[in-house]
């Protein structure tokens, strides 16, 4: 797959899809039968298929009907499920309301309901809601009475929980919901002020009652943290986000958007993310802010490099461990990141593969990782790759800005 070749046409269609209507002085770039089967590929894998299919209406771009059917599907069958998701939630937050639980929900249900057209444009898998501290036990207790069941994640000890500030919940059918009490594990560098957060938040009427939402401008830096945790390894579904957020906020006060960056110490996670929206083309930003992304990143982090990784990063070869071991910067943690490459610890091996971390699994646990990495590798031979290197930087660049990030 040639991901650069069909990036501009990907984009074109997500900004088109994003403002309802053609983009002014913009065509959409002529594509093949084939191309276009592609495209769709590179559409579900980064979960923006139904914006490329809003996409598609709003332009009047003209895939081949078997693509233009593909695409139809997909976004109907999310158009399904998220309103079965919002029915989950609005069940959950009537029953916080009734017990005067206050709730403010994140991530992508979120998004989808309060800053997309409609809901089915922003698939998500679980429901994430944030409590104070205080409430979790309370809040526990509100969905056992709804049927919800603890969940524990593989390799996961209560500990573990507790460290990454979250429990998950299963109902007896729909998504996975985390009650969060706070945003980052507590291993992070980046500690959010959790009661400024819940101050400046606002009240929001939503199906079920009342909620809370971030006030946007905590919501970009949030939203920035959040991918800084995992590298920026992120489907191009967060950075549409991105630019569905910035599009309902033409008055936003950026040098809050700054201000609330620096006081987290999170500039280099905000100038990233909207860098590498502005360079794909998804957002516009201000001259001064483009500036002061400029100013931000090191001369390394070259923002070409950044967006070609976004878009490619899950097609490119090399390993997690191989970024890890490029990205150290001295020959102690060199040689510590090549020991963890090749003999990863029992509890990583079990969380990769879904079984308990006990030393009665380690012969089958190291046997499976090494059997997948050949997979891989057979998998690969003779495929057309992305070109490596450039996004290869890119990802240790990354490595190095967020290295002191925890994300599970």
């Known amino acids: ?25 913009e065509t959409i770039p002529a594509l093949d039968a084939p ?27 003209a895939p081949p009907p078997a693509v233009a059917q593909r695409l139809r599907q997909i976004a109907r069958g999310f158009e399904i499920r998220n309103d079965q998701a919002w029915e989950q939630l609005r069940v959950v937050i009537s029953a916080f309301n009734a017990s005067g639980v206050e709730v403010l929900v994140l991530k992508g249900a979120l998004f989808s309901l309060r800053y997309y057209r409609t809901p089915g444009l922003r698939p998500f898998g679980d429901l994430d809601i944030l409590v104070q501290e205080s409430a979790r036990v309370r809040a526990a207790e509100i969905l056992g009475g709804l049927g919800y069941q603890h969940a524990t994640l593989a390799g996961w000890d209560h500990s573990q929980y507790l460290e990454n500030r979250l429990w998950d919940f299963v109902p007896e059918t729909g998504l996975k919901l985390e009650v969060h009490w706070a945003l980052t ?20 009427e939503c199906p079920g009652g009342r909620a809370r939402a971030f006030a946007v401008e905590d919501q970009i830096v949030q939203h920035a943290i959040h991918a800084a945790k995992h590298q920026f390894a992120i489907p191009l579904r967060q950075y549409a986000d991105l630019a569905v957020i910035l ?15 620096e ?76 020991w963890r490459a090749l003999f990863p610890s029992v509890a990583d091996l079990a969380a990769r593969a879904g079984k308990p971390a006990t030393l009665a699994h380690l012969p ?19 495929a057309e790759q992305p070109e490596s290197g450039p996004a290869l930087r890119a990802a240790v660049e990354l490595r190095r800005l967020f290295q002191d990030r925890k994300a599970q």
């Open 35 to 61: 191309a276009w089967n592609e495209l769709l590929q590179l559409a579900v894998r980064h979960e923006v298929a139904p914006l490329v299919d809003a996409g598609v209406t709003a332009a009047g771009a």
């Open 185 to 204: 594990p507590t291993a992070s560098s980046i500690q959010p002020d959790i009661q400024g957060l819940w101050q400046r938040s606002q009240e929001w």
């Open 247 to 261: 599009a309902s906020a033409p008055d936003l006060d950026w040098s809050g958007v700054w201000r609330q960056a």
């Open 364 to 382: 089958g646990l190291y046997a499976g990782l090494w059997l997948r990495r050949g997979s891989r590798l057979l998998a690969g031979a003779g």
């Open 1 to 25: 797959m040639n991901v650069a070749a069909l990036t501009p046409t990907l984009i074109a269609l997500l900004r088109a899809a994003v403002a309802d209507r053609p983009v002014a002085g």
């Open 263 to 338: 006081e987290l110490q999170a500039e280099a996670d905000l100038a990233v993310c909207i860098g590498v929206a502005g360079e794909l083309g998804l957002v516009t930003l201000p001259t001064e802010v483009r500036e002061r992304v400029d100013r931000t990143l090191p001369a390394s982090a070259g923002l070409a490099a950044l967006a070609r990784y976004a878009v490619e990063w899950p097609y490119l070869s090399y390993s997690y461990s191989m970024v890890e071991v490029m990205a150290s910067r001295s020959p102690q943690s060199r040689a510590l990141a090549v």
